[in-house]
DNA sequence: CCTACCGATCGGTAGG
DNA sequence: CCTACCGATCGGTAGG
């Protein structure tokens, strides 16, 4: 299970550290959620970060490189967000709550990531492609984990789509720069969730 | 608002009469929604229709007319499923559950076309993607009246959208094949979201 | 709908 | 990281 197949110029300890590869990474990460892998060009990103296409070939192998980094490093994130959660001795309820936090803040901290993540995956194709669906598999039973904890075993997949659902769609419409902030989100779909949202029942 | 720009050959009714031009709706409609509009070629559609990508030509005027008309058809089949509800006088919880079936019903039937449009739609550009966009916001408001209706005003909008998250990302994991009718997850998404999940509370 | 193409652009490489 | 490319493929067209 190769890590990756960027070149190995340097050993790059995180996506925080701001090199060269890093600025790059971002620099594609936008794009790609802009325009979609196919429709992003080496040149495009080349550009962004001021240089020519083929100098972009330095840093690595080729350009399903990048979306394939892009993509690990978004499922690490959502994952270990979730995971640090499972130590912790919550309720049920709040640990779903804690959850949606969770996942609509690395969202909210990224979105141009978390796109990439949810939808261009589908781009790789191969041994990548199939390392990629074994980690959304993980990070959809962790919630399962959540949920199955929360509601009533029969209910528990459909609970599960639901929230899933309510989660990976926030990156279609979230700005970071909108009036809501990512804890206020998710603690309104978590009551909605919880209590239901059938409180005028009855006037129609 | 020019109404669509394929060449005026003749004048087909609709989707489901398959004339040629339908059947390179739907071919490229799979294509689009499985490869992406970028990563799909005008040779792969023709190819799949049994003709060389050259003579395409003589039933569209560009690959863009093929996204445009994909999406416009598809934005027409969910707006008028939540129209054809507003006529009928059910109480307000009823509606909701009356137009969950309804969209994944439509999502359902044809998932490929569910799929561009509420996806691959921002492959277009200019006044198609503006008017695409004015169909979205149309699909959104019927949402917003149906769910304004059952929520109380402060958290209609937080509920739609809940509503519309749960509604949206059904193409990405609903298979027809699969053991679940369309009425049975719209069933139970309504159930869920009316009544809530909390329901095993006090155990963890 | 085919034959026969076109200019543009694509991802990527060699050699500095 | 640049100069200078490469072969392949792209969307699309002219003329039948």
Chains 1, 2 share one sequence.
Do not use: C
């Not at 979609?36 to 399903?64: C, M, N, Q, W």
Request: glycine share 8%.
């Amino acid at each position: 299970m190769a890590r990756t197949d960027l070149k190995p110029i340097s050993k790059r300890p995180g996506y925080q550290a701001y090199g060269r590869l890093d600025q790059m990474l971002q620099i594609a990460a936008e794009l790609f959620s802009d325009r979609g892998y196919h429709g992003t060009t080496v040149r495009d990103i080349a550009g962004k970060a001021g240089i020519l296409s083929g100098s972009l070939y330095a840093h690595i192998r080729s350009k399903e490189d990048l979306l394939y980094e892009i993509v690990r490093r978004a499922a690490d994130q959502f994952i270990s967000s979730l995971e640090a959660l499972r130590t912790r001795p919550n309720p049920p309820s709040e640990r779903l709550r804690l959850a949606l936090r969770a996942h609509v803040e690395v969202v909210a901290e990224h979105p141009e990531r978390a796109r990439v993540f949810l939808h261009e995956w589908t781009a790789l194709r191969g041994k990548r492609r199939a390392e990629v669906r074994r980690l959304r598999d993980r990070y959809e039973a962790l919630w399962g984990e959540i949920l199955g904890d929360v509601v009533p075993t029969p209910d528990a997949k459909y609970a599960r789509l639901l929230v899933l659902s309510a989660a990976n769609w926030t990156y279609t419409w979230y700005r970071p720069d909108g009036p809501l902030s990512p804890e206020e989100v998710a603690d309104r779909f978590t009551d909605l969730l919880l209590d239901g949202l059938g409180t005028k029942e009855g006037s129609g």
